[in-house]
């Protein structure tokens, strides 16, 4: 079975795991289903639209995307989509809990598909890079307060921040004395 554009059923060859409207093949390091993306909506009740599977689509291929990143992404395949459509898919989603929203300090609000798993994140202060890091514990929360309040703890969000790799690297190429683009900034 495959699937058209958009996640529709067609009957000719099977569709390739990045194809539009299909979610990634099932992976232990990610937790992604592997159902269609089409059929993951739909069995959220949710109506099956093509704005919905190509937010779906755009942020399989871009995970931790803002919403402009989305929209530009989306506006390749979809060019008349309003900013406000896909706010309004990014909220349905992540209320029917296909997406995950992350709100990151001094970020704007990013999204993801990886939703199936507990994990967390590791931003760079530098670039702003952000990448997907398990969780040690393996379940949820990963933490346990000393202190509950009377609430049922059931997600405790943990974002790593350092400096990539990368950013490491051209830190310590650095000439003495110059100042890194973080210091300039806070300057």
């Known amino acids: 079975m495959s699937y058209s554009k958009y996640g529709m059923m067609k009957s ?12 990634p093949e099932q992976s232990a390091a990610h937790g992604a289903a592997s159902l269609p993306w ?4 739909r069995a959220s009740g949710l109506r099956v639209t093509k704005q919905r599977l190509a937010v779906l689509d ?15 992404r989306v506006r390749q395949s979809l060019p008349d989509i309003t900013v406000q459509s896909v706010y309004t898919v990014l909220h349905s989603l992540t209320d029917a809990g296909l997406l995950r929203q992350l709100d990151l300090a001094n970020s704007p609000a990013r999204y993801e598909t990886r939703v199936a798993d507990n994990h967390h994140h ?6 702003g890079r952000i990448e997907d890091v398990a969780c040690a514990v393996g379940h949820a929360p990963c933490l346990t307060p000393a202190e509950t309040h009377g609430m049922a703890i059931r997600v405790a969000d943990v974002v790593y921040q350092g400096l990539c790799a990368d950013c490491a690297r051209r830190e310590a190429d650095a000439a003495p004395g110059t100042p890194s683009p973080r210091d300039a900034h806070q300057g």
């Open 58 to 72: 755009a942020l399989d291929h871009a995970p931790h995307a803002t919403a402009d990143q989305v929209l530009d």
């Open 122 to 127: 590791a931003v760079c202060t530098e670039c």
């Open 38 to 41: 089409a059929a993951r909506v």
């Open 12 to 23: 000719m060859s099977p569709a390739s795991p990045h194809e539009p409207g299909r979610a």
